[in-house]
């Protein structure tokens, strides 16, 4: 990996369940704020973030288990994002921050890790920004705002979902433009809104964070089986993929935590990854042609993600929890990359407000 930008640091913390690289940025008695990278990702796309944060706060991201520089364990996705949560409450705890309440910020699956971290330490959260975050629901295979599965297996989530060629160009280290199955036209074609592109330095170093991804059955994808039913892969039990199929990933929970932390859910408009037209969801791909034996509408639709985001955070709301949706204009999946300025406003002022009091309805 790169080394940080100027203003960063990083170190590797050793907790009692996982060796966790960090980047870090401001003094250790500072407002904990902890940022959440997403999948095929690491902490490297908070860099300029951390670098940002104005004097006060405590920022760390850390590389999660199978990215970066953290050590690999094999990730059991039968508890859905509960090995990320677990790692993230050891990490907390070792850096002598158990019993203070941390600001949570997610990126992608990051987002909904956060949401999971919420869910089983309610108050060890002292507010959640969720940035583009995966459907509480997981990622595939559902129809409706209630994350109503389209097949009883779940098929068209986990591990079988990835694309072969895109994860053969990972594991060869592949930086080229040549192809667009390289992870650095993956991240322009997607991560981004077209035509951004980030500065060549700061490109190179996002492209050296997706070839971090550690490939396997037991980290990125995962393993899968097959199925009889349409798109006939099925969720395996190991690895990320799998860890975000609605099989494991159900975190309509989220709703029933009550007064909970307040939410800020920052998203860009174009984001063609989260969606209700994700461009990387089986169901609106069969609804497009783009992949063969399509059902229909009324067995597979596409998965209404923002929607189910939207529906979850309502019911939040009207249990006593207070949430904020952002949408910034022109931009796809990564707002802290290509809009950062809106993006730190946004951030800044909820982190402010928050230490005002001034607290969501």
């Not at 297996?153 to 986990?158: C, E, F, I, M, P």
Request: net charge negative; aromatic share 8%.
């Amino acid at each position: 990996m790169a080394a940080p930008i100027e203003g960063v640091t990083g170190r590797v913390v050793a907790t009692p369940r996982l060796a966790t690289h960090l980047l870090q940025r401001g003094p250790e008695d500072g407002v904990p704020v902890i940022f959440v990278h997403g999948n095929v990702s690491s902490s490297t796309f908070f860099e300029d973030t951390l670098a940002a944060l104005p004097g006060g706060y405590r920022g760390m991201a850390p590389d999660l288990r199978g990215y970066g520089d953290s050590e690999t364990k094999p990730l059991d996705a039968t508890r859905g994002l509960r090995d990320f949560s677990d790692d993230l409450q050891a990490l907390v705890d070792t850096l002598g921050l158990e019993g203070q309440k941390v600001h949570l910020v997610g990126w992608s699956a990051g987002g909904t890790l956060a949401m999971q971290y919420a869910i089983d330490r309610p108050d060890g959260v002292a507010s959640l920004t969720i940035i583009d975050p995966m459907s509480p629901y997981g990622f595939g295979g559902t129809k409706d705002v209630a994350g109503t599965p389209c097949w009883p297996d779940y098929a068209g989530s986990g591990g079988g979902t990835a694309n072969p060629e895109f994860i053969k160009r990972i594991r060869e280290g592949d930086r080229s433009e040549e192809d667009p199955n390289s992870p650095r036209n993956v991240m322009n074609a997607f991560y981004f809104k077209p035509p951004f592109r980030a500065p060549k330095d700061r490109e190179e170093a996002y492209v050296s964070s997706m070839l971090s991804t550690k490939v396997g059955d037991d980290s990125y994808p995962g393993d899968m089986t097959t199925s009889e039913n349409w798109p006939n892969v099925a969720p395996g039990t190991g690895g990320m993929n799998n860890a975000i199929s609605p099989k494991y990933c159900d975190l309509g929970g989220f709703a029933r935590i009550g007064a909970g932390p307040d939410v800020l859910w920052i998203h860009g408009s174009d984001d063609q990854i989260v969606s209700d037209t994700s461009l990387l969801d089986f169901g609106f791909l069969g609804q497009i042609g783009a992949v063969p034996g399509w059902p229909g509408q009324e067995v597979y639709p596409p998965q209404p993600m923002v929607s189910q985001i939207r529906a979850v955070l309502d019911k939040y709301a009207a249990q006593g929890g207070g949430y904020r949706e952002e949408v910034i204009p022109d931009c796809g999946h990564t707002p802290h990359v290509e809009k950062p300025e809106i993006f730190r406003r946004l951030l800044l002022d909820f982190l402010e407000a928050h230490a005002q009091g001034e607290y969501l309805p």
